[in-house]
């Protein structure tokens, strides 16, 4: 698997916990899809990502966006 569909990924598993834990657990869960959103829209203008960055650091092959 590459680096960017790995992002891709532990993206949307991120997106389905804080689901979850909304529903399950707390309301306040649902700032945690709300970060995971706004760290997507910025890391697609700006190219940063800092999930990225650490699934590089632990030997997942890079793609072509990361």
Not at 50 to 59: D, H, N, Q, S, W
């Amino acid at each position: 698997m590459t680096l960017d569909r790995s992002v891709l990924a532990f993206a949307g598993f991120m997106v389905l916990l804080s689901v979850a834990l909304t529903v399950w657990v707390s309301p306040w869960f649902v700032w945690l899809t709300v970060f995971v959103g706004l760290n997507l829209l910025q890391s697609a203008f700006t190219g940063f990502c800092p999930a990225a960055m650490v699934l590089r650091k632990l030997g997942i092959k890079p793609g072509c966006a990361f």
